[in-house]
């Protein structure tokens, strides 16, 4: 799949808006689901970036809309931020300086693990994997940067 793509200031990388395309998984059940939006990285006051996912969702044949919003804060460098949700909790942290990195998040009795690979100015994925009692989900998450049209 290509190189990767060392990023040596993660915020700066991120800014801006991404077209997202998402699928989810049951590795129990065989089900697939598809998410199809826009995720767009604003300043905040104070350093960092929001990140706001919108789009539609789509399961067993049913679309809806769905959100999500992060928050991506500076963290011990500028190839670092600590992610984190919108009420302030930790999520993980992030190191795309060598332009991979990988994460875990406990929650409950589940485990999240993400992968993130950057593969070009313009081209970024996350993949998790969730595993735990009730959940065996796989999201795979494609990012490409919208350019202003002009």
């Known amino acids: 799949m290509g190189e990767l ?6 915020l700066a990388y991120l800014a801006g808006r991404w077209r997202t395309e ?13 998410f199809e ?8 006051d104070g350093g960092g970036l929001i990140s706001r996912e919108s789009g539609s969702f789509t399961w067993q044949g049913a679309t809806r809309p769905a959100e999500r919003t992060l928050r991506y804060e500076p963290g011990s460098g500028p190839g670092r931020a600590d992610v984190r949700f919108a009420d302030g909790r930790p999520f993980h942290a992030l190191d795309l300086t060598t332009g991979h990195h ?3 998040h406990p ?15 313009d081209r970024w994925r996350t993949v998790w994997r ?8 796989l999201l795979t998450t494609d990012y490409l940067r919208e350019t202003p049209e002009g």
């Open 107 to 121: 929650c409950a009795a589940d485990l999240y693990r993400g992968e993130f690979t950057v593969r070009g100015p």
């Open 130 to 137: 969730v595993g735990g009692p009730a959940k065996d989900l």
């Open 5 to 10: 793509w060392p990023v040596p200031d993660v």
């Open 102 to 104: 990988v994460a875990d």
């Open 22 to 34: 998402r699928s989810v998984r049951d590795l129990a059940s065989g089900l697939e689901g598809r």
């Open 37 to 44: 939006g826009v995720t767009s990285f604003d300043g905040l």
